[in-house]
């Protein structure tokens, strides 16, 4: 059978939480997060909490690993920043601010973290791309990476992060590690283009796969 939960206004992202417990229904126009208890909206499709977020723009939202928490973000409009929603109870946000528009949003497993891509620069550039690493447990400022061929791919672990670039007409390949704490990010070049990277936890390593004739794989230590 179906329930139907009136919503205050038209969502543009509606995510479920990874225990399942909730759902986040956003809607943009009125910069508004609605909670959806599961399964209790079932029997109650009124009892639903509407979360506003004043003065924001926004229209995704990620909900990190524990539950605790949602990155809100829009990739519609050049903004340059995120909104980190505490559910509470009670409810609270604060914006990071960042340094470019954002093209996406990826958190680490345990949400406080989160790598963003940002949206390309203007053509003619000297930079081909950026992205930034940005706490999202605590308040502390995001460091901004540029980059000199568009990103690719990303991977995470709680505490590392690859993002792999390619640009073929400059055979510019390579792979940046971030490291959090400390938000120190090191680059690595590659000697063919970039096709998916990985992190293998309990060995302690990250790997690219790359686009070669015999194939390769290259491995880095974290």
């Known amino acids: 059978s179906l329930t139907s939960v009136p919503l205050p206004g038209v969502p543009t992202d509606l995510t479920i939480s990874p225990q399942g417990d909730f759902a986040l229904a956003v809607l943009r126009d009125t910069a508004t997060v609605v909670l959806l208890p599961i399964p209790g909206v079932v029997g109650h499709p009124a009892a639903i909490t509407s979360i506003p977020v004043p003065g924001q723009l926004f229209g ?68 081909k791309g950026a992205f930034s690493v940005v706490p999202i447990a605590q308040s502390f400022p995001a460091v901004i990476q540029s980059l000199p061929a568009a990103p690719t791919a990303v991977a995470l672990s709680n505490d590392r992060a690859l993002i792999s670039i390619s640009d073929v007409p400059s055979s510019t390949f390579g792979v940046y590690m971030a490291l959090m704490p400390s938000l120190e990010v090191r680059p690595y070049t590659l000697a063919s283009p970039p096709i998916a990277v990985g992190i293998a936890g309990g060995a302690g390593r990250g790997y690219v796969a790359q686009d070669y004739s015999e194939g390769r794989i290259t491995f880095v230590d974290l």
Do not use: W
């Open 60 to 127: 995704r939202a990620l909900i990190s690993a524990d539950g605790k928490n949602a990155v809100l973000f829009t990739t519609v409009a050049p903004v340059d920043s995120i909104t980190v929603l505490t559910l509470g109870p009670p409810a609270a946000y604060r914006t990071v601010g960042l340094h470019a528009a954002v093209q996406a949003v990826f958190p680490t497993p345990d949400g406080k973290y989160a790598i963003v891509l940002h949206q390309p620069p203007e053509p003619g550039a000297t930079v």
